[in-house]
């Protein structure tokens, strides 16, 4: 029976959300996704670990070139981002890790090392940074933060064209941008690939150039005649450390169970030590008790629902919660409490548990609500004696509505309100589907005009995109 070991490269999840949440007025923005996307990857791991970078690193003793383009100065307000995120993970029972002088990525390489000396034990990294790609094996494969996916040492060859441990003499070729790091001048991935198919190593490419210069181009041999006297240096820049001082015990301590975390089902013979247990069947839940404080304010439902499938219960819906994130079905919303909170808001607006799931996204962190559900908020409210779009067009469209004895009120939205405030953009939806972007940012806006009661601070996914 294996065991599974989850190591969280925080800075890969923390720099994108950063620069996306720099519009937001809330201040504590980036502390807040970053913290609902790692309980995400963690929900399920039993055996997981956060990586920090230390704010120092001994690459840039070696190089004060090192990611000098970094400055620390502007980045002050994601360093306090980062450690409210790490406060509220050890408060958790996340063991938190950071190596003074390393970064995590050698701490992630230190944790690797030191949980495959188990020989039961895999390693998952989440992470998006390449040098990890080095780690990749049988047992260690790398979970993409974009799709979720798994990549292995075959999709690492097929996405990079070298293996797994070719890997640093990869990146020492093409150098790293990012961080400043310099590669052998006009090597780009796809001829540094080929070359280290054709000799294998750095010290084969080498070889190859001292030895057998003709066999190699003459643009290449000039870039490695200056590569070569500094490429000792690239690779220390380049190179992973396994020798990170951390406390990898922590690993195996349990964490306490998240606040609304149901009891979890019991592990057997067919449920490997450390992997999620499957989710249990559901069953019938038990009529509600006049005694129960915990009944949840009935949902208006026009079906009649023999079976019960609507919980009627807090913990009813707290166990339905679970199953959701469980099924994999709403990865989106990042845990458990975050899929609670949905059906609960749901519930508010008399919406079913799987309708307010549906109804409901998740975009750049922030709950919204879909135009078309929005609409419905308001045609089943009673309020509106109509509600209707008169005008549907690729350049403009209009909605009207009348509320009680109050006059028709109708709003229009236009492509050139859409150009004014810079939302046309190259393959986004307002290109590609004009007039159905324009009904639902016309119905939205109405609805919350004439309807602020029912509808009050919902909006439909285009308006915080």
């Known amino acids: 029976m294996s065991t599974t070991a989850l190591f969280i490269d925080l ?17 504590n923005a980036t502390s807040e996704q970053i913290l609902a996307r790692v309980r995400g990857l963690l929900h399920g791991q039993p055996y997981a670990a956060v990586a920090v970078d230390s704010r120092k690193s001994f690459r840039r003793d070696l190089d004060p070139t090192y990611k000098a383009q970094r400055s620390s100065e502007g980045r002050a307000p994601l360093y306090h981002q980062l450690d409210l995120v ?11 890790w950071m190596a003074e002088g390393f970064e995590a990525d050698d701490v992630i390489a230190t944790a690797t090392r030191l949980a495959l000396e188990s020989p039961d034990t895999r390693v998952l990294v989440a992470s998006a940074d390449k040098d990890l790609l080095a780690l990749v094996s049988d047992r260690v494969h790398i979970k993409s933060l974009k799709d979720g996916a798994e990549l292995g040492p075959d999709a690492v060859m097929q996405k990079f064209g070298v293996r797994p ?5 990869f990146l020492c070729l093409v150098g790293d941008a990012s961080d400043n790091v310099k590669g052998a001048s006009k090597i780009g991935p796809v001829i540094a690939a080929r070359l280290l198919a054709q000799h294998g190593t750095l010290e084969g490419l080498h070889t190859a150039w001292a030895e057998e ?29 396994t020798d990170a001082p951390i406390p990898f015990e922590e690993i195996a301590v349990e964490r306490p169970q998240p606040l609304f975390e149901t009891e979890p089902a019991p592990v057997t013979a067919d449920t490997p030590t450390g992997q999620p247990s499957p989710a249990p069947e559901p069953t019938k839940p038990e009529p509600v008790r006049e005694e129960q404080t915990t ?13 019960q499938l609507e919980p009627q219960t807090l913990t009813e819906a707290v166990t339905l919660a679970k199953w959701a994130m469980d099924s994999r079905l709403f990865g989106s919303y990042g845990n458990a409490p975050a899929v609670l909170m949905t059906i609960m808001a749901g519930r508010e607006m008399g919406l079913p548990a799987m309708h307010a799931l549906r109804a409901f996204h998740i975009v750049s962190g922030k709950p919204v609500l879909s135009a078309d559900a929005i609409r419905a908020l308001v045609l089943r409210s009673g309020a509106a004696k109509y509600f209707r779009c008169v005008e549907r067009t690729n350049e403009r469209a209009t909605f009207v509505t009348k509320r ?33 972007m324009l009904i639902a940012r016309a119905s939205a806006k109405l609805a919350r005009l004439v309807y602020a009661d029912i509808v009050m601070g919902l909006y439909e996914p285009s308006e915080v995109e």
């Open 11 to 27: 800075a890969s999840i923390g720099y994108p959300i950063w620069h996306m949440a720099a519009s937001d007025p809330n201040p």
């Open 165 to 169: 441990e070719q890997v640093p003499d």
């Open 86 to 96: 790490v406060e509220a993970l050890k408060a958790e029972g996340v063991p938190v």
């Open 213 to 241: 210069p003709a066999t190699l181009s003459a643009t290449v041999q000039s870039s490695l005649a200056e590569f070569f006297p500094r490429v000792d240096a690239v690779r220390a820049l380049i190179a992973l450390r």
């Open 295 to 307: 009944a949840l304010v009935p949902v208006m439902v026009e079906h009649d629902y023999t079976r």
């Open 404 to 436: 009680g004895d109050d006059p028709e009120v109708s709003l229009s939205f236009s492509m050139d309100d859409a150009r004014m405030a810079d939302l046309v953009k190259p393959g986004s939806g307002w290109a590609k589907h004009p007039a159905d």
